[in-house]
């Protein structure tokens, strides 16, 4: 088959990495100049861990991992109110997880390509015509292309979404909060190799020890402390983080002025993308573009890598019948993430509550994550997959 995948993020390029090689000719077209660096790290576990694993990239993943000892809660002056010990979290993945930057699972996908795949960095899809036995893909800058399928994995704001489905608002559940990160270089204090996080009502700043002596910061932050939306630019992100963070305590001068230094900084909505389906004719959607389980559900490139696995094992199965494959594709997987989706709107209250009594429960909280039993009550939902994955010998 021909296939052109829209986005080379952890989806697109998990997918490209398995459909070439099931010896497909494989189009992966990223609007970005090169592949993306920087961003956020992500936690892996259930069926994202085994999908790693089954492409055989676990053990190079594992040795760049971003471990830290502990969680910690701090208040306005810094003195621990909450946390409990990393190993928590391992125990309920059975010891089947992984922390890692984003920037390091795409690029370990990508160099897993292997020059088997045609890469196009800074293109885009600009239109589709599917006449039901193949499709017309149009670009930014090559030449029209015909193609069996076209994915969409092209993140939250996909754009091949909105030309086989429908406009981003139909599909888009905005959950009231906003998210940014960014890394700087030399920030202090350090406290070792700990994960710390403070919460003033509606706003919720962490940092995370990274190698090389690089601090990545993690700001949460409630729609009603963005004046103006979503900023689009640098500019527009650093006078947002500054405006919300000055003054509320704990090492938010420090902060503030590590948002001043950044030279990238992440911002967007956190929002889920919900759809009764993920097919139209011979488009697909995989990854956020998909089903963005947002970072309150915490599993999204986890759901990327698994959803690249099942798609690229059903068409492998199913042979010429790419139809078959997909509506295949789509009920193994659809229900599973759809509740995983419903669970984290009960979580949004939980990670940036509204008012200090809040932060103050949510902080006691944690505490009992150092108790028996108390993790799998609080969290086990979160962890547990309804899905093993298939086995398609691939
Ligand atoms: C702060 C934060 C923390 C997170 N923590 C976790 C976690 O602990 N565990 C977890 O599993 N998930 C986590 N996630 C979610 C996870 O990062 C995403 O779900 C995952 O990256 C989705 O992968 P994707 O490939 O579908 O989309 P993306 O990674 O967004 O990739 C989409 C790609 O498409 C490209 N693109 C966009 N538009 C176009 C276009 N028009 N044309 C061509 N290319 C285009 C983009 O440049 C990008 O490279 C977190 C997310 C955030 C923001």
Known sequence: MKVVINGAGIAGTALAYWLGRLGHGVTLVERAPALRTGGFVVNLWGIGYDALERMGLLPTLLDMQHTTDALRMVDQAGRTRGGYPSSVLLKLAHGRMATLARSDIAATLYGALDGRVDTRFGDSITAIEDDGARVRVMFEQAAPQEADLVIGADGL?????????????????????HVASFEVAGYRPRNGNAYVA??????????????????????????????????????????????????????????VSAVEQADDIYFDSISQIRMDRWVQGNVALIGDAAACPSLIAGEGAGFALAEAYVLAGELHRHGDDTAAALARYQARLHAVVARKQKHAESLAASFVPRTALGVRLRDYTTLLMRLPVFPRLLMGRYFHDELTLPDYGI
């Open 157 to 177: 704001h996909s754009r091949v979404r909105e030309y086989a489905f429908g406009p981003q608002a139909r599909f888009e559940y905005p959950m009231g909060c």
């Open 198 to 255: 403070y919460t003033a009502p509606g706003r919720y700043v962490a940092r995370f020890p990274m190698r090389d002596d690089r601090m990545l910061f993690f700001v949460l932050l409630r729609d009603e402390h963005l004046a103006d939306g979503t900023p689009r630019d640098l500019a527009g992100r650093q006078a947002a983080l500054v405006r919300a963070l000055t003054g509320i305590g704990w090492e938010s001068t420090a902060i």
